[in-house]
């Protein structure tokens, strides 16, 4: 039981992440591919400045994912030690509660660029590009809600009972959060260009 | 027992619905377009194959289901024989080579008339297609349309394009009717808009179908060959009159078409 | 995310746990079941209803002035036909064909296949079942909504469905539910089927290699990878319509729609990107329809002529290869749509491609027939039925996929008789061919083979006597979705709509029995031994039905691949996948 963290079989937590990754994958293409048919469907397109602080929720998802991977450290000790009852006694580690933290923020920074957008009169139905601004940061912002649940979950899997049995909880969360900070950056590029 | 009554039944099947489709009781209606005899020789070939796969693929179920039902007596299982590797091979030469041919002929037919532009020297007419009715537009003497404004649409006042006769010349001449007639013999390019949403334009004896779409101006031409008057139905689901949504082509003559033009502009 | 089976036992369950809110995938599949038993109930009812407005427009319907308001005096308004055949669609596809034979036979029967104790995120999987319920639930309310229910088809096509109540009646409250449940349902399915992937590829037992899984499980694997894609994609454009909907966007609304005399206020959108998100999901939903019932048939029909399936890997190889087509020809149900005509031949290529893995899997079955011993039971009959509407549904799509012919039927009865037959009803021949055949493992008890036989062949001639001549109907031009026959040229019809029509009621009365049969077998057919039909899979050595865990505490080991049926020289004809003996010599020829 004590392998080390990386060589364990395939946990079915993991797959399913990665079934989930391939569905929101899909559905964000469908998304993208709508916008590029719609931006060409018609000349009422209208680019528009982004919020700044975009900038600055891009460095900070980028930080929450650098954050949960320093946490692993903490897991791959526990795994590795796990026959010494004083593994048992720690709490979650700090970087977690940092992970969290910043992703409150990013989604606290979406809500804010939303504002800075509808002080400059654009609504989802004052045209497409700012519907699809507020539609893909909305859905993304959704899925990384998701995320933050799942952290919560291995945060109370730890404190209930140990860090051991957080692993896979763990391994399959961050595994998650990590998609969440690739597909921002991937729909920030497209935001940029496009928007 | 159960199988050799599901045997008949299946042969029985087989033998009605095949006699049917041969009687033609129910079928096309005879083709008054230039460019349906491709449709309609398709069409057949088609038929001819799929009916003789049709036919063997059911009797040999039935054949099989009928000599092969387990009797206690103890029979030894046969495999087919070959194996699967036959079938796969089989379906893979037979079904393939049936698709080349048909795509090499079909996409002919489809594109003589659906990719290939129309003859340049073709009527024009627009079509209007709103919820539940058509209506066609004809250049007038100036051979030019006005422009349209979907602002300007107005039932009560018979402005169904939404023409601006007041500012724009070239739409005053413009003949509005709720009748498609074309010449015989004459080929036509129809330029289909949609005022709501979507319709579709489909005339069985010219073996054509067209949506019309929202937002998108779409050409569509055809050559009618023969005196008719026939029905243009909506094919595509547009509310609650979809039923009801019709008008008639009418194929005329040279010299009635003008006259009928004429008629159109005096009222 | 909790490990399988871990943290709930057989005891201590309360009511809710056990019969509600359960975990047991059993339970969640008999309810996947109940559901869609309630929504093909429903969609047949509304069949019935449109035959009979349609043979008989001006006859009053007895009783139905009482339940629906708009179908005053129980004559049906046009718009009300739509209605009926809009829900129709809706139920039939999503609640039914979606549900039964992936969600309901592939959440029982899949995890004892593999022999996994449950599925690997009991939770979800339960979550999955009741937000299905709330969608189903949220569809139904669409009947009772003011402006009426929805009526712009299965299809939704924008700007109908998009541009609201100005457009007509139905398309209020009525539209926006529908989009609503939609969505709601293609979370439920991306649950399922993350659930379904997740099970098979982690909790097979041992030996349980991916060659010995039976075709079902291999079937219903496939099914919930072609549904993750799917409903991934339904569900954006569920989105996409609800927003220009309630939000007014205009993602699918044009500029200069005037409706009702009013300009509309939206504009630049793309009504053909409708059409192409939904049927990215709706071809492929085609297949989430009838691979499962391709699944169940190569399942059964081994054990049925007691001989193994012919050609098992290329039965495996036709099923992926149709998956992976499956996403490569939406365009065809779009020749006549407006889109570049070029792309019309691109599309029919793959189509008529697809018909190759079709067929051979077709001719497998035909062939694992030759030289058989058939024991003829109900399942067995609806197998056999299954291959034979199968074959005549798949036919008629060899003239659709071509566009050149498309040009004249798109749009007719002949495409209701084509989709009727291959994905409507050889699906429900599926559904029946599991139902018969694994009822005992379900229940525990046997249902009455007299009863079936009498339900499979009146079934089997009701539906030809249905969908065969709406292919006549369509060669002759006749258009679907109308309320009523008044175009000259479709009078000629109507008699053959009225024979349709009794043809259908004779159907549908031919379910009493099936009805009659499941219900009185439920509670006192005679008791089900562990393996009634001498079947070789994993849920044949269990008890009828199976016990919380599956194998009460045990762990199936497996040493054989599902398919040793007509062994020679011992005692019995066929190998049990966990039987430890080795593999038997050649089967003789």
Known sequence: MTAPLMKRPPMPAQTGVWVGIGAITMSFAAYSSALIVRQGASPDWVHFTLPPILFLNTLVVLASSATLFLARSYFGAMASSSDSPHAEAEGPPSWLYFTIVLGALFLIGQILAWRNLAGQGLSLASGPSSAFFYLLTAVHGLHLLGGLAGLAYVVYRIRRSSALHAVTSYKAASLYWHFMTVLWLYLFAILVTRI | ?267 | MTSPASNHSAHSQGFWRKYVFSLDHKVIGRQYLDLSLVAVTTGMILSWLMRLHLAWPTRSIPGLGAVASEAAGGIITPEYYLSLMTMHGTIMVFFVLTTAPFAGFGNFILPIQIGAEDMAFPRFNMMSFWVTFVAFIVLIAAFFVPEGPPLSGWTAYAPLSAVGKDSGPGQGWGQTLWVISIGIFCIAQLLGSLNFIATTLDLRTKGMTLARMPFSTWAWFITSVIGLIAFSVLLPACVLLLLDRVAGTSFFIPAGLVISDKLQPHAGGSPLLWQHLFWFFGHPEVYIAILPGFGIVSHILPAVTRKPLLGPRVLIACMIAIAFLSYTVWGHHMFMSGMNPFSATVFSVPTLIITIPAAISTLLWIGTLYGARMRLNTAALFCLGFVSVFVSGGISGFFLAQPAIDSYLHGTYFVVGHFHFVMGVASMFGIFAGLYFWFPKMFGRMMSETLGKWHFMLTFIGVYCIFMPMHYLGLAGNVRRYSAFTVDYMKGSIPLHRFITVAALFTGAAQLIFFYNLFRSRFWGPPAPENPWEATSLEWITSSPPPHDNFGGQHPVVYHGPNEYGVAGRDGDYIMQTSSEPEPAKVAS
């Not at chain 2, 036959?86 to 090499?104: K, Q």
């Open chain 2, 1 to 267: 027992m159960v199988g050799k009554l599901f045997a008949v039944i299946v042969t029985i099947i087989t033998i009605v619905s095949m006699a049917i489709f041969v009687s033609r009781i129910w079928w096309l209606p005879p083709d008054v377009s230039v460019l349906g005899a491709g449709i309609d020789h398709q069409m057949s070939e088609t038929m001819i194959t799929t009916a003789i796969l049709f036919v063997a693929a059911q009797l040999v179920l039935a054949v099989f289901v009928w000599k092969y039902p387990d009797n206690n007596d103890n029979r030894k299982i046969k495999i087919f024989p070959g194996g699967a590797t036959p079938m796969v091979v089989g379906a893979i030469l037979l079904v393939g080579a049936e698709i080349l041919a048909l795509t090499f002929v079909g996409s002919k037919v489809w594109a003589s008339i659906y990719v290939s532009p129309a003859d340049p020297h073709s009527l024009k007419i627009d079509v209007q297609a709103e919820q539940f009715a058509y209506y066609f537009r004809y250049p007038g003497p100036d051979g030019k349309f006005g422009q349209l404004h979907p602002d300007l649409i107005d039932e009560s006042s018979g402005n169904f394009f939404g023409l601006d006769p007041a500012n724009d010349t070239a739409a005053r001449d413009d003949i509005v009717a709720a009748t498609l007639a074309v010449p015989v013999n004459t080929p036509v390019l129809l330029e289909l808009h949609a005022k709501d949403v979507s319709h579709a334009f489909y005339v069985p004896e010219l073996r054509i179908q067209q949506d019309f779409v929202p937002g998108l101006v779409i050409p569509l031409h055809f050559t009618a060959t023969r005196l008719t008057r026939s029905e243009i139905v909506c094919t595509q689901l547009c509310g609650l009159g979809h039923y009801n949504m019709r008008a008639y082509l009418e194929v005329m003559s040279d010299s009635a078409f003008k006259q009928w033009l004429n008629d159109q502009s005096g009222q």
